[in-house]
């Protein structure tokens, strides 16, 4: 099959969308060689990219606008299009296919800084899902939401969830874990770890409060935020002044990714209290790095994490606090839960995440043939 693919995210951010798309097309390429892949892109992809598909030969790297994407895939008589992220620019001859990770802007009605709100944006994402020959998502959670909220037939919904990085594993080097905790100013013996920065659906707030709530780890401990702190910061902050924890929370911002593992691997548990994930890859990482994890029981989150987490109400700062002092206190606790984080860790990969995208394509394939 000749398969265009909107790689788009991989010449923006990395993070995200972008870190999934690249790990996901990698093994993918690697699996099945025998197709002929074109990447369109609006922009040149960056050198890693490059290096990695750029010298393949089922590989052509094909830069162009995204409202030409259509047009270009005709010219190259394509089989299939695939849209990678929430958008379809394309069409092949055995259809169009769209990723969409999940629906949290429509499920929280989170304000938007675009200049008529969210609403716009719903409707393009669901006459898209509709048109679309299969939607591919990234977890059971997200595949219910595009069936109810957008009135998808299941059969038309495909899972491809993501995988851990492989660069994510246990640091065991006590004089690295002590230069970043320096680094970041983290002063005091034993922290606990969160993600997300400022963004509102992370709900870093309410994991500042449930911090302060915990008499304890206040006394004794560090939270550090990792994270940007743009839009949302005000509330968080406002939320560590009403608890008198200003020298206690630390907010390094976005940390490199070497830094990010000691983090993960010093901490004495990594919480994520998210309101919302499409699939929730944080506490899943930090399983990789050997943290115990507790994690909000919203969305897809007990979906990825399993038995591997202590799962908590996220609108409850209360019962934050408790499970929190629980996982510091009990030794004992702490290892059962590190020693399943990393057994839940291993239980995907980019490899049975190519799979189940190529059954996509040949199922796409077989359909036109019968």
């Not at 802007?105 to 719903?122: E, I, N, T």
Request: charged share 25%.
């Amino acid at each position: 099959m000749r398969i265009a693919l909107d790689v788009s995210p991989l010449a923006r951010n990395r993070a995200g969308i972008g870190t999934y798309v690249a790990h996901l097309l990698t093994a993918l390429v690697r699996i099945a060689p025998d197709h002929d892949y074109r990447f369109y892109t609006p922009q040149p992809l960056p050198e890693q990219d490059r290096s990695v598909f750029g010298g393949h030969p089922s590989v052509r790297i094909v830069q162009c606008p995204e409202f030409l994407m259509g047009l270009r895939a005709r010219w190259d008589g394509v089989d299939l299009f695939h849209g990678l992220n929430f958008k379809l620019r394309g069409w092949g001859r055995l259809g169009g296919i769209v990723t969409i990770y999940d629906l949290s802007v429509d499920r929280l009605g989170m304000p938007s800084r675009k200049l008529f709100g969210q609403q716009r944006s719903f409707l393009r994402t669901k006459r898209t899902a509709l048109r679309a020959s299969r939607v591919v998502t990234i977890s059971e959670h997200s595949a219910a939401d595009l069936v109810e909220l957008y009135g998808l037939p299941r059969e038309r919904i495909a899972i491809v969830s993501p995988a851990v990085s492989p660069e994510f594993s246990p640091v065991a080097d006590a004089g690295a874990i002590a230069a970043v905790k320096a680094r970041y100013g983290i002063h005091r013996e034993a922290f606990v770890l969160s993600g997300g920065g400022a963004e509102p659906r992370k709900n870093i707030a309410m994991l500042v409060e449930a911090f302060g709530r915990a008499p304890r780890l206040r006394a004794a401990m560090n939270l550090v935020v990792v994270g940007g702190m743009d839009r949302g910061a005000d509330a968080i902050r406002e939320a560590g002044g009403r608890a008198g924890l200003e020298s206690a929370v630390i907010f390094p911002g976005h940390v490199p990714l070497n830094d990010l593992r000691a983090l993960y691997a010093g901490c004495a548990l990594f919480a994520f209290p998210s309101l919302y994930e499409g699939f929730g890859m944080p506490p899943l990482e930090a399983m990789a790095c050997g943290a115990p994890v507790v994690c909000s029981n919203a969305s897809s989150l007990p979906e990825a994490v399993g038995d591997a987490a202590l799962l908590v109400d996220p609108r409850d700062p209360e019962a934050w606090a408790r499970a929190m002092t629980r996982m510091a206190d009990d030794a004992a606790l702490r290892e059962d839960f590190r020693r399943r984080g990393a057994l839940r860790a291993k239980a995907f990969s980019w490899e049975q995440s190519a799979r189940d995208l190529l059954k996509v394509y040949q199922d796409l394939l077989k359909g036109t043939a019968a």
